[in-house]
């Protein structure tokens, strides 16, 4: 049986002349597949493969790079929009019909315009540590989140003070690091992170009127987050259900922006009921 | 031991002209002064007196009638900011000094104008079954909603269908009308109503850019509902949470409008450990 921690990296080519590099694991069945988009200069690695292995139990699950990201071709764009077109002609160009989506940070936010832009390829929506465009407070992230992760050379210790509460739950991080021994997926470049700070920090540049495009988003949503996240605080996930026209909220105890790497138990569970109910 | 069943309504003549109505439960301590600030129609006997009794076990409880409401004197006003300016003009009347506020409903929505018109006024926020002026699906309340507690003749059957999911959880509404005895207060009137209710239509008109507001409410606040209110929508505690700079929520289980009376001895718990902290 495939896990996620062996399963070789695929490539195909799409019609923007991008070669995206992803992963398919599980089989196609009742459900449709859930594709997910990755963290701010996450690639395909950054999946805690864990958390895969358990979400691929019940459905198919697709990791890529999005254009210009580790083996993917291209260049990185700065905005979520750019970003949110190029995720549309990646799946575009595995022919999946429609699709559940499981976004995380800058990918939760990738996944909302996904929906506003194309809503007929979205079936239901997973935000994780996520936050609507214009929201107060958000722009740029905190000094202590971007001296732990926004460096030139990310270090692993930002990582685990970012996605983790205390060094007793950054199990996940050995299993994020450690599992996979062969075929890795290329890093993250630096202008990649450039570019994606810039996007992050213009969906952060604060405007209340925006706040009413989620209520384009009128597909189920199931809204999460760590009770500690530094990183986008969980006060934006409430904000993101009292906006959107059909969604649940569900706050993780004793967890930071790794969330559902830690919890990745109980959140592959609370996902596959959201997704099957 | 006096009780919210027996004790006896006193009044006060405030510097506005108009003579409150008010009861005054529990002792001065440590802890500042709580004022209620009652729902649609609501008179101070539509408060749980067992509700009211745990929340005075701690603290100084104090409800009272708006301008125009019930027994106290003068019209009652047709927008939220009045009759916040009618609250603070009591509290100054009692000489209170900073309160802690718990609004309900309605007022909820005076709390908040409250919080934003006289911010050294307030300690701490307690907003029940809330939602924040100008978010948008809340404009005017449902059809049903009208109908079971909107009309000229309101009807036992009507309150209990919108504060209480189940007949079987409706314990309260026995104990909101009947447990006191002698000393009741004159009931909201028709004008009262019709006043009231274009008040909470107006904070309902659909306007995105106010939700801003209520990012001026520094204090701590404390949000909370039932997951099946019909009358506001958990989903704009949710907003409100979102919204507000320093927030906690919580959503009772198997609840409606009415979970504060229903779950009474839990919520006065949590009431006590937000305002106590």
Do not use: C
């Amino acid at each position: 049986m495939n896990t996620y921690a062996t399963i070789k990296t695929q490539t195909v080519e799409a019609a923007n002349g991008v070669t995206y590099a992803y992963r398919d694991l599980g089989e196609d069945g009742a459900q449709r597949p859930l594709v997910l988009l990755q963290h701010f200069r996450g690639n395909l690695d950054n999946w805690d493969p864990a958390l895969i292995d358990v979400l691929a139990a019940g459905r198919r699950v697709i990791t890529f790079d999005n254009r210009g990201v580790g083996a993917t071709t291209g260049t990185t764009p700065d905005t979520v929009t750019a970003m949110a077109e190029d995720a549309i002609a990646f799946i575009a160009a595995l022919d999946l019909g429609s699709v559940d989506l499981l976004g995380f940070s800058l990918g939760s936010f990738v996944a909302q315009e996904i929906a506003l832009i194309r809503p007929n390829l979205v079936r239901r929506v997973v935000l994780a540590s996520s936050a609507p465009q214009g929201a107060s407070g958000m722009h740029g992230w905190s000094p202590q989140v971007v001296a732990a992760v926004g460096g030139e050379t990310a270090s692993a210790e930002g990582y685990v003070g970012i996605f983790f509460t205390r060094p007793e739950n950054a199990t996940a991080a050995g299993r994020v690091f450690g599992t996979r021994t062969e075929g890795h997926d290329a890093p993250a470049t630096w202008s990649t992170a450039v570019a994606q700070y810039d996007a992050v920090t213009r969906w952060g540049i604060p405007n209340h009127a925006l706040l009413q495009r989620v209520q384009g988003i009128t597909q189920p949503v199931f809204v999460a987050n760590g009770d500690s996240d530094p990183m986008i605080l969980p006060r934006y996930s409430h904000l993101l259900a009292g906006l959107l026209p059909d969604a649940t909220v569900k706050i993780y105890p004793d967890a930071a922006h790794g969330f559902l790497f830690q919890h990745h138990e109980q959140f592959a569970a609370d996902v596959a009921a959201f997704l099957d109910r």
